[in-house]
């Protein structure tokens, strides 16, 4: 089977580092009138000129990264109880946003490269080329508001040591899946945090020690 145009965010990779059952998920705060749509899997940055604790959708910048959102817990204007949810739909929340944000410095995620950027060349057995340590950068992409679920995907990589992620891996099992095929557009990678709130080493981000 081919691979698929489909992204689908950041999805939690569990042969990473982080315990169950949390994964090191920590809470933080959505502002109420932030009209901005938040999926399940999208990377997510802190709202800078405001209270510490308060995060947003992350676009395609250099700006630290905070983690990447896998829910959350509102009071419904409408529908006057408490909501849990996948996803923030940018309204209908009286008083702050609960939001669940996976943050381990050591967590790993699986995403779709957009097009050939993260495709490696040769054989799996001899690759000749591969993206694997190269800095990734987002992209938001279109998220869905009927299952919650992120658009985001990754498409540039480079030395941009200030780029959000670094691709530590590619998905290659099992063969003949939607994103394994490591050498066609679109094949799935392993990324870790690079430029994330928890991850400064020395004078600046450097990546996974």
């Known amino acids: 089977m081919a691979n698929s145009n489909s992204p689908f965010g950041f999805m939690q990779y569990y042969g990473g580092a982080g315990g169950a059952p949390t ?7 959505i502002a109420s009138g932030n009209s901005t749509a938040i999926y399940f899997g ?14 947003t959708q992350a676009t395609a910048s250099t700006v ?15 529908q006057k109880r ?17 939001a669940y944000v996976i943050d381990d410095p050591n967590a790993r995620f699986v995403v779709m490269g957009g097009g050939t950027t993260f495709n490696a060349t040769g054989t799996l ?6 993206p694997i340590g190269q800095y990734a950068q987002l ?15 990754i498409d540039t990589k480079g030395t941009t040591v200030t780029y959000p992620f670094i691709v530590t891996g ?27 709130i928890n991850r400064t080493n020395g004078a600046g981000p450097t990546g996974i020690s």
Not at 125 to 130: L, R
């Open 23 to 29: 994964f090191a998920q920590s809470t933080y705060r």
């Open 42 to 55: 999208d990377a997510v940055v802190p709202v800078t000129g405001t209270p510490t604790g308060l995060i």
């Open 64 to 78: 630290v990264i905070t983690g990447i959102f896998v829910g959350c817990k509102y009071l419904s204007t409408s």
């Open 82 to 98: 408490p909501v849990w949810g996948r996803y923030w739909p940018g309204a209908d929340a009286t008083g702050d946003v609960e």
């Open 125 to 130: 057995s001899a690759m000749t080329a591969s």
């Open 139 to 153: 992209n938001v992409g279109t998220g869905n508001a009927a299952t919650g679920a992120s658009g985001m995907y």
């Open 170 to 196: 590619l998905i290659t099992d099992p063969p003949g899946a939607v994103g394994s095929d490591p050498f066609t557009a679109y094949n799935w990678v392993i990324v870790g945090f690079n430029n994330q």
